[in-house]
């Protein structure tokens, strides 16, 4: 695949008509014409494919898809007992779940990615949990000296990095965050601090499985079709090889491997085959003299069985409780321009071990591409080649059961406690769609967070 793949015309030009005909949706896209009729019917089909299941009333996101063959669940077994397991320092008790540290901010990925949603990332007093990260860097993409690109607030021995505490800002509604750092020899300064909350994990293996000439059909970094949004592929290098990002808030990690491997390197202080070096920096010493794990401590065994337990993570199926309001909802969704990046539709490639996978329309709701969402959304600092003012397009799939969880947050920090508030910050690329939005009688908005809270 060459960069000029995405800058065909045929890609610009099939962009609308083909998200639109995924749904029905006809004349949707960036701009604000009309949706169809409301007698016209929608034709759903299963948003995970052969991976949807019904809605588990305690742990939907935490159930298996129902296609895959029991024989097929050995390794997916154990990839769950990883992720569930309390991770120990070494030397500990289990040889298999220790290394931890000597620097992390969680002992077990379930702290932060809970069953039936996401753990809170804020307390009420102010205080944060290890459900939120804080990235450190600055506009040109350079990391902290010291702490490097990812803030430990927990260690094993001797000292952490530092803690943070949150407030509101009066004026706008952005949250401030304070950093108290445990060494104070050194300080953040000409550094920036970024929240980032856990995700949920709806499909990320089937996301892993969208090819990047589909991803790159809805490419149009020059907004050649002058629509206003011009997302582009965030093209990372792992293990050698360029790939196109598809995984974190920024896209930074383009396959599930390497998405894994990464937080088990930053959150959790182990290394991997991917990371076999620990997370210090060249002026922290710890690491040095903790005991290690292994080399690596998660083997190349554990690290793809965490990476089949999440390729096989069921999508939970549809909450709709009136199914004439919910197209009318999608419609809306449609006609004011959020389909020109949250694109409804994604179809998976062939899974050689898991072939019941294969070839399953999503509807995840993203186009995986990085937009420019202006400066309101902006925390300055650069990952890789996305800017501070770049996210990637979040799939919204299973919002409707996030928003349900106590302390839900939305955004790349949180800083949204409703999905009303989510689009409402929406700037950049996204301001003309957030614009109709508001537009919206009280009657039309109801409509789409109804269809929002359903998919």
Known sequence: MT????????????RTLAVAASVGLVGCGGGSGGGGTAETPLNWTSP???????????????????????????????????????????????????????????????????VDGRVAPYTAAGGTTPAVLF????????????????????????????????????????????????????????????????????????????SEAQILEYADADDRNGDG???????????????????????????????????????????????????????????????????PEVSEASLMAV?????????????IADQKAFDQGARLFGSIGCVACHRPTLTTMT??????????????YTDL??????????????EKDASPREWRTPPLWGLGIVEQKAGARFLHDGRATTLREAIEWHGGEAQSARDRFTGLGEGDKALLLQFLRGI
């Not at 960069?3 to 099939?14: G, L, M, N, Q, V």
């Not at 600055?138 to 902290?144: C, L, Q």
């Not at 969402?373 to 902006?378: H, I, K, P, Q, T």
Request: charged fraction near 15%; hydrophobic fraction near 40%.
């Open 229 to 295: 949004v011009s997302g582009r592929p965030h093209w990372v290098t792992e293990e050698g090889v360029t790939r196109i990002g598809r995984f974190g808030w920024k896209a930074i990690n383009a396959t599930l491997r390497t998405q894994n491997a990464g937080a088990l390197h930053q959150d959790m202080g182990l290394t991997t085959p991917v990371n076999p070096v620990e997370n210090c920096t060249p002026a922290q010493t710890v690491c040095a003299t903790a005991a290690s794990g292994g080399t």
């Open 48 to 114: 995970g494919g052969n991976a949807t299941v019904a809605v588990h009333a305690t742990a939907p996101f935490m159930q298996f898809a129902p296609s895959i063959d029991a024989a097929q669940m050995v390794g997916v077994s154990q990839g769950r007992e990883l992720f569930v397991a309390e991770w120990q320092a070494a030397p500990g008790p289990r040889a298999l779940l220790d290394g931890l540290g000597p620097l992390f901010n969680a002992n077990a990925c379930s702290a932060c990615h809970a």
């Open 369 to 382: 591409l990085l937009h420019d969402m202006g400066d309101g959304l902006s925390d300055g600092i650069q």
């Open 307 to 319: 990476v089949d337990f999440m390729t096989v993570l069921a999508v939970p199926d549809r909450r």
């Open 3 to 14: 960069f000029s793949t995405w800058k065909t015309p045929s890609a610009w030009a099939r």
């Open 135 to 210: 990235r450190i860097g600055n506009a040109s993409g350079n990391e902290h000296p010291v702490f490097g690109a990812q803030l430990q607030h927990q260690s094993t021995e001797g000292l952490a990095e530092g803690w943070v505490t949150w407030s509101r800002q009066a004026t706008t509604g952005a949250l401030n965050h304070v950093v108290t750092l445990f060494d104070s020899t050194s300080d953040l300064s000409g550094y920036h601090l970024g929240a980032r909350i856990s995700p949920q994990l709806v499909g990320m293996g089937l996301l892993d499985l969208v």
């Open 351 to 364: 899974h050689p071990r898991f072939p019941s996978l294969s070839n399953q329309t999503l509807y995840a």
